[in-house]
């Protein structure tokens, strides 16, 4: 009796595990935590393990997780202008709903295979999706206008952004600039603001130490009014060392240092990535730029849009200001500036806060 | 002598200065030295920041209406249009056209808000 109970009990737990094995992983069920990197993710979540080994500050991230509990990002179109993209990454293609190439009129972008797909990593930063496979962006649920422009003219540049604009984009990041922004393109970017659509720039990066976009020579495209300008906070909760900074550079979001662990990312030579670092796997490594910090603001405008899509830009970019972290032991001035750190950090949990109850001047 | 006068005058307009008109301002441009490719027809400048910009056969320009532009492209009699936004248009230029005087003259019409070579810029990724 006691055999036949013990091979029952065998058997049904046999056929629960291999039920449960055969099961198809339903993706409503998923959560961030099922992300296998999500863990390395400090500029999202508080992580125990990182603040003790890499000394890593508790508060460097942007206290998104309360934000998601609120929105993550969905039905808001987002577009990134950028170099190549690997649409068929597995950790980012659900997301992409349109891809683009200017150079190209045919509109095929061929995936890249080596080691310079910086618009990959870009857009993972703003839309990678809750799907168990790497990492998170910071609104899971937005959806990916992909363009490609590979020619630096501006011709070009305006061509991208018109694109953007007529497939639906409500948001464009551009992890790039030129310091020499010309009239027309500058001319175009304010009537995209004009329209409804927030555009932010990241605000550059110099290995010997970041510098001031103030100076009279330098007309970079993240100091136009018309845009967020962003620059990158470290591991620390401060400025990063390598961040462009100036008057005109509106907030700061974690870009990261790779001298101290660096921000968690899509590897940008993609599926062929080879870099292996701390355990991740081809597709994924720690990096750092402005251009990584531009996207996560990207990304917190989406999740502020989803809430309130009446939300003008430069409603948006003041909900940002008002509710940025001030971070570094220092001062800001009256209006809550500091030369270096601009506004402070982004908090995204405050900013969707008060987007959602935010009545529009619209 | 007259020979080598001759020699620094015509090595000197090589490297002479041209300008358009950008942010209501009139901005100077240097050729730079052995500075063109081949391949695709481009001029190289740097402007006095020392920021170097290619140019091409081709301009920008940005009318207060489409049909204001249209007019315009009509007294200039530009054949090669190309319209990037209901008010932005790329015009490209013969080979023999000076393209920084054509810039200059069409700031200068009322119908016309910007007018300029459609630049290739170095954009860093960041």
Redesign the interface.
């Not at chain 1, 020619?151 to 011709?155: E, G, V, W």
């Given at each position: 009796m006691i055999k036949f109970s013990l091979k029952v009990i065998f058997i049904t737990t046999l056929l629960q595990f291999l039920a449960c094995d055969k099961k198809p992983i339903d993706s409503n069920e998923l959560t961030i935590e099922n992300e296998p990197y999500y863990k390395y993710a400090w500029h999202f979540k508080q992580s125990d393990t990182l603040v003790e080994n890499f000394n890593i500050s508790p508060k460097s991230h942007i206290n998104i997780e309360s934000a998601w509990k609120i929105t993550k990002g969905e039905g808001v179109k987002v577009a990134v202008i950028?170099?190549y993209f690997e649409i068929s990454h597995q950790d980012l293609k659900e997301n992409i709903i349109d891809f683009y190439s200017i150079d190209n009129p045919s509109g095929y972008i061929p995936n890249r295979t080596d080691d310079a797909s910086?618009g990959l990593s870009v857009a993972g930063f703003i839309a990678s999706p809750i799907n168990a496979t790497g990492l998170v962006g910071a609104a899971p649920k937005a959806k990916l206008i992909l363009i490609q422009q590979l020619?630096?003219?501006?011709?070009h540049i305006?061509?991208a952004f018109?694109y953007a604009k007529n497939a639906g984009a409500k948001v464009i990041n551009c992890?790039?600039?030129?310091?020499?922004v010309?009239?027309?393109v500058a001319?175009?970017i304010k009537?995209l603001k004009d329209g409804g659509i927030t555009v932010i720039f990241?605000?550059?990066?110099s290995p010997l130490g970041g510098y001031s976009l103030d100076a009279?020579?330098?007309n970079d495209e993240s100091e136009l009014a018309s845009v967020i300008g962003v620059g990158a906070s470290n591991e620390y909760n401060d400025i990063a060392f390598y961040s462009n900074y100036g008057k005109n550079i509106d907030l700061l979001a974690p870009g990261g240092d790779t001298n101290i662990l660096g921000i968690l990312a899509i590897d940008d030579s993609g599926s062929f990535g080879n870099t292996l670092q701390r355990g991740l796997s081809n597709n994924y490594s720690f990096i750092d730029?402005?251009?990584f910090a531009?996207p996560i603001v990207a990304g917190v405008v989406a999740l502020m849009i989803s809430v309130n899509p009446n939300l003008t830009p430069d409603e948006i970019r003041d909900i940002l200001i008002q509710t940025a972290d001030k971070i570094g032991d220092v001062s800001y001035d009256a209006n809550g500036f500091n030369e270096y750190r601009a506004y402070g950090k982004i908090d995204a949990k405050k900013a969707v806060e008060v987007a959602k109850s935010y009545l529009s001047q619209q | 002598m007259k020979q080598f006068l001759l020699s620094i005058f015509l090595y000197s307009t090589l490297f002479s200065d041209v300008y358009y008109y950008?942010?209501g301002k009139k901005v100077k441009l240097t050729k730079l030295k052995e500075q063109r490719d081949v391949t695709d027809g481009t001029f190289y400048y740097k402007?006095?920041?020392?920021?170097k910009?290619?140019v091409r056969d081709?301009i920008?320009?940005?009318c207060n209406s489409r049909t204001e532009c249209e007019k315009t492209f009509i007294k200039y009699s530009f054949k090669n249009t190309e319209s990037?936004?209901s008010n932005?248009f790329?015009i490209k230029l013969k080979k023999s056209d000076d393209i920084f005087e054509i810039s200059q003259k069409l700031y200068l019409e009322k119908t016309i808000?910007?007018a300029?070579p459609?630049?290739?810029?170095?954009?860093?990724?960041?």
């Open positions: 950028d170099n910086h020619q630096d003219n501006d011709a305006i061509k018109e992890s790039w600039g030129t310091e020499n010309s009239q027309i001319q175009k009537e990241a605000s550059g990066n009279e020579q330098i730029g402005t251009s531009a | 950008e942010y402007n006095s920041a020392g920021q910009v290619g081709e920008l320009v940005k990037l936004s932005i790329l808000t910007i300029h459609n630049f290739i810029k170095k954009r860093y990724r960041r």
